[in-house]
């Protein structure tokens, strides 16, 4: 029986964003999807319909590709700290009211990222959600297999935030997160820390933070196939510090 990763892998594909081809799809996913989706950000101040801000050359990018329509659904990326300046603020810290300053204690700056431009295109879900094709090609139907790799590709970014992790020793996590999104995330055993009150920030948000071993190990406790998916049947992420 295939796991979930294998039926992931066989229609989308986990792509880090290193060139700068890659990077312009990832500037336009989130065009589409801040400007043009949600309007959380101001078009006018996009040029070239891409959406890029003073963090990106500080970041590592993922994608995640449909195999089928050769089209990105999904877009995230890791904001590193600054190894010129260690102690420059990252946007949680300026954008929030942090509160419990206690569970940061320890914590080296040097190990600690930030998860942020978390995305999926609704334009893709629509698009997709029961016809598929490209070009002249007459569009055939998705199967239910397919549709049911769909709701995946929240954890499938998750996935790439945890291989840009292992590679870069970041074993801690700032987020800024949407409720729905922590409750989401609850049930497959990822649990955030509250570390302030909810903020209006593009909607309702609150800081959060993750020590990303204990992620694993709740994702672990709930299922041992999503665990597979998010460490790539354990390739991934379990060198990290405990």
């Known amino acids: 029986m295939r796991d979930i990763l294998d039926n992931f892998n066989q229609y989308f594909e986990m792509i880090p964003a290193l060139s700068d081809e890659l990077k312009e799809e990832v500037y336009k996913l989130r065009f589409q999807v801040y400007c043009n ?3 959380f950000e101001d078009p006018a101040l996009c040029p070239k319909n891409m959406e890029h801000d003073e963090y990106d050359d500080n970041s590592i990018h993922y994608l995640i590709k449909h195999r089928t329509s050769k089209s990105y659904a999904a877009t995230t990326r890791l904001i ?3 190894d010129d300046n260690i ?3 990252l946007p949680i810290e300026q954008h929030t009211c942090i509160e419990d300053y206690e569970i940061l204690k320890g ?3 040097e190990n600690i990222a930030e998860v942020s431009r ?3 295109s609704n334009k893709f879900k629509r698009r997709i959600n029961f016809l598929t094709g490209i070009g002249t090609e007459e569009p055939k139907e998705v199967s239910l297999k397919e549709k049911i790799t769909f709701p995946h590709i929240t954890l499938a970014l998750i996935a790439c935030l945890i291989k840009a992790s292992d590679e870069q020793h970041i074993t801690y996590w ?3 997160m949407e409720p729905a999104l922590l409750r989401f995330l609850s049930i497959v055993g990822i649990r955030f820390t509250d570390i302030g009150p909810v903020i209006e920030y593009h909607g309702k948000r609150k800081p959060c933070v993750i020590k990303i071993s204990d992620l694993l190990d709740g994702v672990l406790q709930k299922n041992e196939s999503l665990w597979n998916m998010l460490t790539d049947n354990g390739r991934v992420g379990t060198k990290l510090s405990r």
Do not use: H, S
């Open 118 to 120: 978390f995305c999926v």
């Open 37 to 39: 989706e949600t309007g």
């Open 80 to 82: 590193m700290p600054d």
């Open 174 to 176: 700032f987020a800024i």
């Open 87 to 89: 102690d420059k603020l």
């Open 107 to 109: 914590i080296p700056r």
